[in-house]
């Protein structure tokens, strides 16, 4: 019994690293995406002989496995070769289709070594991070939110998107009470920075309608200020960088990119493109940002779209992957947002309240001017060519009230 629980255990943490990796999803499985996970995470908490249980999952065709990757120390020889920053990647894994019609539930550990196991490590883990300059400061900002409200009640798209906004309310709630030391190992609970500079937590993938209602534990309300269309406006600034030519960047301010891009669509033969903007503009950026930017592929739609539009910065995209690998745009562009949204900005603070949230923050509504000067100043240091006035024009304020 004691052999077969810890089976059932190990093969129970595999499909939880997909789930979990795919919490942005909001329960809908149908949206849920291939997840890297690293060797040294699968020794930590499944041991030596880790590859037997993949090899089951697999053989039970309840997981996929994609075999690239990319080591550390190749991405050190690339990135000294390119001179720009290559990152390492892991294998990815995904839930197969019949996985994905199976229901999805969240269960407690059968063993007590695996219970043992995961409480070592995740205190091992989250320890490091306490005690770190800069993860110290976000942890005790996140300590500080507090949320105040009844459980969110929408039309729901699936049964799982369902339960997946009651658990975390019963989540929220149960932070509530809890202080620092607590919150951190919490079973819910996570915090995973990236590799690339980001910050993942429990609250940046929180959905957005119970966001909306936190508040500071002082009962102060709260505002967030984001980066508007963060993900393009970041390769244009990359690119002006690189070129000197800052002209894309006035096509950011004051407008919405997106809908800039749609309207040209619909004038130069790429109606049903455009059209996907008035239907579900939320699928129509998706659609831009994976096949123009972080395609392997150059002849996909959205980026016949922007050789049209723009054709420097399209031959700079092209250029730019073949040199350094079609996803080095994205880690790139991940990269320039973290150090902004958390390095840039968590280095110079103090015992102010912020919550970075990847391209945007949460801050007290009293003091938003205050954090818009200062992601003002940090863009402004790093891109020393550009107008102040565009960075102002590109970060949007919204109330929380």
């Known amino acids: 019994l004691t052999a077969k629980s810890l089976l059932i255990d190990r093969c129970n943490f595999v499909i939880d690293c997909i789930t979990s990796g795919n919490r942005h999803k909001k329960g809908i499985k149908a949206d849920f995406e291939p997840v890297p996970i690293h060797s040294n995470t699968l020794i930590i908490y499944l041991g030596r002989n880790y590859k037997a249980i993949l090899n089951l999952l697999k053989r039970l065709d309840i997981i996929t496995v994609n075999d690239s990757y990319l080591s550390t120390l190749e991405a050190l ?41 995961l409480k070592k490590h995740k205190e091992e883990h989250i320890k490091q991070y306490v005690k770190h300059p800069i993860h110290a400061k976000v942890l005790n900002n996140l300590n500080q939110v507090k949320y105040k409200g009844d459980v969110i009640t929408l039309n729901w798209k699936s049964e799982e998107q369902s339960l997946y906004y009651q658990k ?27 590799k690339y500079g980001r910050v993942y937590h429990s609250l940046a993938t929180l959905p957005k309608a119970y966001f909306e209602r936190l508040t500071h534990k002082d009962g102060s309300k709260l505002s967030e200020i984001d980066l508007r269309q963060a993900q393009p406006f970041i390769i244009a600034l990359m690119y002006s960088k690189a070129s000197n030519d800052t002209m894309i ?35 129509f950026k998706k659609t831009i940002i994976a096949d123009a930017f972080y395609s392997p592929s150059n002849r996909k739609r959205p980026m016949q779209v922007l050789k049209q539009m723009y054709p420097s910065f399209a031959q700079w995209i092209i250029d730019y992957k073949t040199k350094h690998g079609y996803k080095a745009i994205s880690q790139n562009a991940q990269n320039v947002e973290a ?56 970060l949007k304020i919204t109330n929380y009230e």
């Open 77 to 117: 020889k690339r990135s000294e070769n390119n001179e720009t920053q290559v990152f390492p990647e892991s294998k990815k894994y995904s839930l197969t289709k019949k996985a994905l019609k199976m229901d999805l539930d969240k269960v407690g550990v059968l063993s007590k070594a695996t219970e043992r196991r």
């Open 168 to 194: 975390s309310f019963k989540d929220l709630k149960r932070w509530n009470k809890k202080p620092l030391d607590k919150l951190i190992l919490d079973h819910n609970f996570y915090y995973a920075p990236s």
């Open 249 to 283: 960047l006035k096509d950011f301010i004051n407008q919405d990119w997106y809908k800039l891009v749609s309207e040209f669509c619909k004038r130069n033969g790429f109606q049903s493109l455009g059209d996907l903007y008035d239907t579900n503009r939320g699928e």
């Open 339 to 394: 150090s902004i949204f958390v390095w840039g900005l968590f280095k110079d603070l103090n015992d102010e309240f912020c919550v970075t949230k990847h391209d945007s923050i949460l801050v007290k509504t009293t003091e938003v001017k205050y954090f818009k000067q200062k992601l003002i100043k940090i863009m402004q240091d790093k891109f020393t060519f550009v107008d102040p006035e565009v960075f102002n024009n590109v």
